[in-house]
């Protein structure tokens, strides 16, 4: 019998059940690809949404990883973002520690680097993304962020943790890390999907393997509690279908006042019932109702002899697709500007990844967006499609 990767408890039930199913960004060139159970839980008593079977994390991010950040202009915008305000808001000196778990590429520490900060460090555990980021100049180490890892760098003075917490298989260690790493006045500040927008609005492509644990702001109260440390400040963000942002500091730090956000946000997902199964237990009703709609309206465009492609792989697309059971006969292929993934497919089903540059020349009828957190961006780079009567496709 399972138990809850926090709090040990073994009160959990199950919120959806997928089967077997790829690793979401396991891109390769045969269709033969390994498939393992997915099914994700919800602890009744630390409120963690869990997958129940943990995949070997280094399986996972493996030198092959296919996620560059840099690809998309919109997690560019938000990095700049952030970084005007996290620098205000910390009055945060040149010479500042700052370190990133996850640094991925390095295009978040190129933005301080290019704004005279010079004591950076990325923590990057997947070669293909970490030397990208060194070849830019970041000092990034290729290793995971671990308790026994962190006892070998420098402190921070400003941790950053942009969509990591959910990867790492022992969140508790990770958090013990977190708090290894920070300087006694340091801050961490920490990204994830917000578990009450992914059940308000039914994102279940968004379980995945990869995606260990899914948090609330209760939960991650408690956990991060545990450690000595304490949310001083929650921002609800826009990016991946709607996401936290955490502003960590030691427990002992007085420094800075604990804002009303934390309350506010704490409030809403306990109105929301976010700490009760019952709120969770029509996810699964609904993914069959989407999966539906989709196989009937791509049909439809089929049988009317339209040509339908998709734009995009991003993991969340591995994951409908396969829900879908779509293959090349449904969908022809689909494009993606990132190149690490272009001539491979999207894993579990046959479609192959192309180019963009195929759509001027292919002349697609439909186009079906997968990445729909960036569909406006995507829509508003290819609207020549109008020229002969193409048009998008957006579940969400
Ligand atoms: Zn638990």
Redesign the pocket.
């Known amino acids: 019998m399972s138990e ?1 990767k ?4 073994k009160h959990l039930k199950s919120v959806i059940n997928f089967g077997k199913m790829p690793l979401a960004n396991d891109f390769i060139k045969s269709e033969n690809v390994r498939k393992y159970n997915l099914e994700i839980m919800f ?1 009744e ?4 949404v869990q997958v129940k079977e943990y995949i070997n994390h280094k399986i996972i991010f493996n030198d092959n990883y296919k996620y560059f950040s840099s690809y998309s202009k919109t997690i560019i915008e938000n990095g700049k973002e952030y970084f005007k305000k996290i620098t205000n808001k910390l009055q945060l000196n040149k010479d500042a520690s700052i370190i990133e778990v996850a640094s991925n590429d390095g295009y978040l520490l190129s933005i301080f680097k290019e704004n005279g900060y010079n004591n950076l460090l990325g923590i990057e555990p997947t070669k293909s993304t970490a030397y990208s980021a060194i070849k830019k100049g970041i000092n990034t180490k290729v290793e995971f962020f671990t308790y026994n890892f962190a006892k070998n760098i420098q402190k921070a003075d400003l941790l950053i943790a942009n969509n990591v917490i959910t990867h790492v298989p022992d969140i508790n260690d990770f958090i013990a890390a977190i708090d290894y790493s920070l300087n006694d006045e340091g801050i961490a500040t920490i990204e994830f999907q917000h578990l009450y927008q992914l059940i308000k609005n039914k994102y279940f492509e968004l379980f995945y393997h990869e995606h260990f644990t899914y948090l609330s702001l209760l939960t991650a109260k408690s956990i991060f509690n545990n450690h000595g440390l304490e949310i001083f400040d929650v921002e609800e963000l826009q990016s991946q279908g709607g996401s936290l942002r955490l502003y960590i500091k030691k427990s002992s730090n007085k420094f800075y006042p604990i804002s009303n956000n934390v309350e506010k946000i704490t409030k809403k997902e306990l109105d929301f019932k976010l700490n009760q199964f019952k709120t969770y237990s029509d996810l699964n009703k609904y993914a069959e109702q989407i999966k539906d709609n989709i196989k009937k309206h791509i049909k439809d465009k089929k049988v009317s002899g339209k040509k339908v492609i998709c734009y995009g792989a991003p993991a969340k697309g591995t994951i409908l697709l396969n829900y879908l059971n779509f293959s090349k006969s449904d969908i022809e292929y689909t494009v993606d500007k990132n190149s690490n993934k272009q001539n491979l497919l999207i894993p579990g089903t046959n479609i192959p990844i192309y180019s963009v540059d195929i759509i001027k020349k292919d002349k697609p009828d439909c186009i079906f967006i997968l990445p729909w957190n960036i569909k406006e961006e995507i829509m508003e780079e290819h609207k020549y499609i109008k020229e002969w009567g193409g048009q998008f496709i957006s579940y969400r």
Do not use: F
Not at 6 to 9: A, Q, R, Y
Not at 45 to 48: A, G, R
């Open positions: 809850c926090n709090c040990k408890s602890c008593e630390c409120y963690l």
